[in-house]
């Protein structure tokens, strides 16, 4: 390890402060040791250590009382906390993960041990630490490419639109509708994702008819593209109760992945249907054969003899579906596949159909 890292160890006896102190001295280690949890914590929050090893039987406060203020404080807890302890007992050893220990070491040390385990706690910390920065990367790299995105994006659209009021329709003109409406949705889903924390959902009634026959026309161009007409298919009436957004981003995601996978001169069928008293919205194409169901809804996941898009948009539809209690069923087979939404009867409001 080329950093040299800063351990605060916290025991009531001086000869274990003195003995822990030995053992690491040879380690590169910075080490801070006192008697003195209250002194500890100042020290912490003045200057935050990589590790601490504490004892639990210390004075005043107790280590797991010392643990919890460490854990309590947003710029302290993700520091590892390893205790050191004579006590061997499994309730105590349970105490100390509950609380937020890392790991356990019974006295008396074994020097080896001790070293073993500080080390690999200190390279996991670091492994977490590398990820947070990564994550907070990533994040500021979608925020860049989404503020990149969306001009552009307004200003295809609007355009296209001059245009085609000024000559008249056109097929170049669908193909670029068509395309600027595919990178919408890498658009949408990337703001969903950092945006998802924060969002507040504001659910209402929505009409299902009515919101499903605005999707079916906002899809136009891109099904006219592979001359695929998309159907809406009613069997039963009902409205639901969800946030607008989510919706939309569920419905979205799966038509435009079926219009992705369904072949040339075929049909997208969207189903609203009952059966025994269970509510079902049905999105069902023509087209490849999933042999995988399982696996689509993970992050980043693609078919490896399509590898369209970037894999996001039906993981965001089950994490939306997870927060609403819908349920997903997908059936792939005889070249037709099919994406089955049970909603959550809770959130059904019944029609007169």
Do not use: W
Request: proline share 2%.
């Amino acid at each position: 390890m080329d950093k040299k890292y800063t351990i605060l160890i916290i025991d009531d006896k001086v000869e274990n402060l003195q003995y822990l102190n030995n053992i690491l001295k040879d380690e590169n280690y910075l080490i801070k040791a006192t008697t003195d949890a209250q002194f500890a914590i100042k020290s912490a929050k003045l200057s935050a250590p990589d590790l601490i090893l504490l004892d639990i039987k210390i004075p005043h406060l107790n280590g797991f009382e010392v643990c919890r203020i460490f854990k309590d404080d947003e710029k302290l807890k993700d520091i590892p906390i390893i205790f050191i302890s004579a006590l061997d007992d499994v309730q105590s050893k349970v105490k100390a993960f509950e609380e937020g220990g890392v790991d356990y070491i019974t006295k008396p040390f074994e020097k080896e041990e001790v070293k073993a385990r500080i080390k690999t706690q200190l390279n996991l910390f670091e492994s977490k630490q590398t990820n947070i920065n990564l994550l907070k990367q990533q994040d500021f790299f979608l925020k860049k490419i989404i503020h990149e995105m969306n001009t552009p994006l307004s200003i295809i659209s609007l355009n296209i639109d001059n245009l085609e009021t000024q000559i008249g329709p056109k097929e170049q003109f669908e193909a670029i509708k068509a395309s600027s409406k595919s990178l919408s949705f890498i658009y949408n889903d990337l703001y969903y994702l950092i945006k998802k924390e924060k969002k507040i959902e504001e659910k209402k009634e929505i009409e299902l008819i009515k919101f499903l026959s605005s999707r079916v026309m906002f899809f136009d161009e891109m099904a006219n593209i592979k001359n695929i007409d998309i159907n809406l298919d009613i069997h039963a009436e009902f409205n639901i109760f969800i946030d607008e957004n989510s919706l939309q981003r569920v419905i979205d995601n799966t038509i435009s992945n079926a219009i992705k996978y369904a072949e040339i001169n075929s049909q997208i069928d969207i189903i609203l249907d009952i059966n025994k008293d269970e509510h079902f919205i049905i999105i069902k194409n023509s087209g490849s054969y999933i042999q995988d169901t399982d696996s689509i809804f993970k992050a980043y996941y693609q078919d490896k003899s399509k590898n369209i898009g970037l894999g996001l948009g039906l993981n965001i539809v089950k994490d939306i579906c997870d927060n609403n209690n819908i349920e997903i069923s997908v059936k792939s087979e005889n070249n037709t596949t099919s994406f089955s939404y049970k909603i959550d009867i809770k959130d059904v409001i019944k029609g007169n159909l």
